[in-house]
């Protein structure tokens, strides 16, 4: 036993952190990528740019674009409140650990055992709001560059074509910090099972990978996308 984890947790922990980077890297680093809704997503940006940088005035495209910002504000905020749900969680364990007791299939632990969960979750939280924080100043710097857009009269198509590109790659980045957030928000529930038991923490990240990867490669709204 390792700070009282028996060899089932520590397999189940492993198996959660490769889970979580496995399905980082497929979505967002493997040649499967180009088959992904972000891929897709990130081709309609382009043309979205295109439109902006010749569209006057801008007004519709500030008022998308303030949909997107509040989403992620949403976020950051709901992770600040869990952040802080989490560490208060660490002054009441041991009647936690009554609850949990009473539960049917929940395995036995420790103070040290459940504290050390609560603070994977917390890191998990801690995380997710780092991603949001930063996604949100970028969207507002994407907004900068877009209200600096050159005049297309006083521009060639391919100057504008250039500038266009550059906005559309800014905002990929700024949804890419926040689509890694919400991401991590799915594993994080996931990793609430661990209370329960191992077992229930391997088939929650298990299932949490699948629907994450139908979300992104088989999804409905993928299929509508791909069409001609």
Not at 17 to 33: C, E, K, Q, T, V
Not at 165 to 186: D, M
Not at 188 to 209: D, E, V
Request: glycine share 4%; with cysteine.
């Amino acid at each position: 036993m390792l700070w009282g984890f028996n060899t089932i947790d520590l397999a189940a922990l492993v198996f959660f952190a490769l889970s979580w980077m496995g399905h980082f890297w497929l979505i967002n680093r493997s040649p499967l990528r180009i088959r992904t809704i972000t891929y897709r997503m990130n081709a309609m940006r382009i043309e979205w740019m295109r439109m902006l940088v010749r569209r006057d005035p801008k007004m519709f495209d500030a008022l998308i674009q303030n949909q997107f910002q509040q989403g992620v504000i949403f976020f950051a905020s709901t992770s600040i409140l869990i952040v802080g749900a989490m560490l208060a969680g660490l002054g009441a364990t041991d009647q936690a650990m009554e609850v949990l007791t009473d539960l049917p299939f929940s395995s036995p632990t420790t103070r040290t055992v459940w504290n050390m969960k609560l603070l994977l979750v917390t890191f998990i939280f801690v995380f997710s709001f780092f991603k949001f924080a930063w996604s949100y100043r970028q969207f507002n710097y994407v907004m900068i560059v877009a209200g600096a857009a050159p005049d297309p009269a006083t521009r060639t198509d391919k100057e504008m074509e250039k500038y266009a590109q550059k906005l559309a790659s800014l905002h990929a980045i700024a949804a890419f910090h926040f689509t890694t957030g919400l991401n991590a928000y799915f594993f994080a529930l996931a990793s609430f099972a661990w209370f329960l038991n191992a077992w229930s923490f391997i088939l929650a990240t298990l299932w949490i990978s699948c629907v994450l990867y139908r979300r992104a490669f088989a999804s409905k709204f993928m299929n509508i996308l791909s069409e001609p």
